[in-house]
């Protein structure tokens, strides 16, 4: 139960109100039961009624009126205006009589329809001082709630109080209810002719009520919204009788937009790499010497890869010249030869995210973790000769994880090396299917490995020590013990374990090569592809991924993409 004292320290100065409002945050705000004491003296016939109005538009506005048996009359009008979901302000009028006082604090924090928030009515006489402990359950009927209290007492001198309203976004809570009450979402009380020096007690018992916990929010509590639909949808091409292609290629500099004429390129990546690789054929010796040591805006088929020119070569035979560069993608300016070996050790408590912050700071690129996070222990992760690329897949690889970027916008990703375990991929969704007639050429091979259930996963001086064992399965058959400094939670344990699980098994490992379209996006390392046959989906787990594009003599453009699927047999 709250309690509200107030105490009466200031004399009663002339027509001004008596009343200080002061607003301060207090992010509790469920309040359950109602309890009222108040004391009156020489009551006349008053009667008066609080009434809350609330409109569509969120405005809230407040009448209070008194009326009196005898000639003096009293009207007070309170009127507040919210400008957003949280209240901004509150104007109060108050009118007094000489020998008929009135006072009265209101105040209603209610920003949209069943927001439970809490206000006080208080008054006071000048003979006898009225102690009124205020406890207030809020009643929801439809589009509002309602509070009546009706308090009055006879003309003395009026003195000051000052009271606390509590408003503000809720914390995780119990929200209740009320099931039973005598009248749904409407309470009036009213007090007319009692007789002096009576002391009157009223209580309510809390009504039976119903409670469940909601999540914190701002000011409209989340556990009433509903939530999201989260469904993924797979990138399906449809089969048609006949694809009409229009590829494009272009390369540009990066640095001050130089067109660069090439004739051919290849760019590849696969999981375990921290940047592209590939090769690039330019048309003449100068386009070559424009491109070299420079970042170039390459795009083919409408999507724009950002690739570094470096290692040129010249091939001469008879009756021509070509020349041609190796090329990486642009993550790898954060390694040799542009960026210097380093030692780190985390010189304070972090989280997984933390030291991969730490890793590219000042690098110009930006983390998109999609790691489970965990904590490390001040001091328990280091190492030693590594630039920032290196050290990044370093820590990636320590939790079961790969890298993938994002050129243009210069954000690296962390995300499983194993998506869907290969034992599960009955029931997940793909990210792209394939049907037959976008597949140019596929091959498939089988491997022979051993097949593992179970792992023991450990720490270094302040790691822990877990043994990850596949659902279904006895997990008799371990695997190689992993010993790592970063296995400081059992959640970095469950996710290197569950990878190093996932790559034991024979596999059935296909290479498809398929076009590149509008309709079909460049396929990403780590996806999960699925190939449609008549009457059946193959799922499997993408484990590299290649464009390549070529001009010939006659200026015919010639682009597919290749990707290296994995499954488990």
């Known amino acids: 139960m709250t309690s509200l004292v107030l105490r009466l320290n200031a004399r009663y100065q002339g027509p001004r109100s008596a009343v200080k409002v002061r607003f301060v945050s207090d992010l509790e705000l469920t309040l359950i039961g109602n309890y009222i004491e108040s004391g009156w003296a020489a009551i006349s016939d008053i009667a008066h009624e609080a009434e809350l109005i609330t409109n569509t538009t969120g405005s809230v506005a407040q009448v209070c009126q008194t009326n009196h048996a005898r000639q003096r009359c009293i009207e007070q009008h309170f009127d507040t205006q919210y400008l957003s979901a949280i209240n901004t302000g509150l104007l109060c009028t108050a009118f007094y009589s000489k020998t008929l006082i009135m006072a009265e604090h209101c105040t209603s924090p209610y920003t949209r329809a069943l927001e439970e928030k809490q206000y006080f009515i208080s008054a006071y006489s000048v003979a006898d001082t009225v102690r009124q402990t205020v406890s207030n359950s809020y009643i929801s009927k439809g589009q509002y709630t309602l509070i009546h209290t009706n308090i009055t007492w006879t003309p003395a001198q009026l003195r000051g109080a000052s009271a606390l309203v509590r408003y503000g976004p809720s914390q995780s809570t119990y929200i209740c209810r009320f099931t039973a009450h005598p009248k749904n979402g409407y309470v009036k009380l009213s007090f007319v002719n009692q007789s002096a020096n009576l002391k009157t007690k009223i209580r309510f018992s809390p009504p039976s009520h119903t409670c469940y916990w909601t999540l914190p929010g701002g000011t409209v509590r989340s556990g009433d919204d509903l939530p999201t639909i989260d469904r993924k949808i797979p990138i ?94 642009r993550f790898a300016m954060l390694s040799a030869p542009y960026a210097r070996e380093i030692n780190y050790t985390n010189p304070t408590a972090k989280t997984l995210a933390g030291v991969m912050s730490d890793v590219l700071t000042n690098s110009g690129w930006s983390l998109d973790n999609q790691m489970v996070d965990y904590a490390i222990p001040k001091g328990a992760f280091s190492y030693r000769g590594l630039t920032p690329a290196g050290a990044l897949l370093r820590i990636a690889q320590s939790v079961g994880g790969i890298l993938d970027f994002d050129g243009i916008t210069k954000t690296v990703s962390v995300i499983p090396e194993w998506p869907v375990s290969p034992w599960d991929t009955d029931n997940a969704v793909c990210d792209i299917i394939l049907n037959d007639s976008l597949i140019l050429e596929n091959n498939t091979r089988q491997t022979v490995n051993l097949e593992h259930t179970a792992v023991f996963v450990r720490g270094e001086q302040q790691g822990v020590a877990c043994k990850i064992k596949r659902s279904g399965t006895l997990g008799d058959q371990y ?34 090569r398929t076009k590149l379209t509008a309709e079909l996006p460049p396929i990403r390392p780590g996806m999960l592809i699925g190939i449609r046959y008549s009457d059946s989906l193959y799922k499997a787990t993408c484990d590299s991924a290649s464009i390549s594009a070529s001009i010939n003599t006659q200026g015919a453009i010639t682009v597919n993409q290749s990707i290296r699927v994995v499954a488990n047999v």
Do not use: W
């Open 236 to 329: 399906e091409p449809q089969i048609q009788r006949a694809y009409i292609m229009q590829p494009t290629i272009t390369c540009k500099r990066l640095s001050d937009n130089q067109d660069i004429l090439i004739t051919a390129l290849s760019h590849s990546f696969e999981r375990g790499q921290f940047a592209a690789t590939g090769s690039i054929k330019f048309c003449s010796r100068i386009d070559m010497e424009r491109a070299l040591g420079q970042e170039l805006l390459v795009t083919i088929n409408g999507y724009e890869y950002v690739v570094i020119c470096e290692q040129p070569s010249t091939s001469s035979k008879f009756g021509s010249v070509s020349f041609s560069a190796s090329i990486r993608g």
């Open 479 to 512: 695997a190689h013990d992993v010993v790592d400094s970063l296995i400081t939670d059992k959640q970095a344990a469950r996710q290197r374990g569950t990878c190093e699980l996932a790559r034991s098994g024979n596999k059935q490992i296909s290479e498809i």
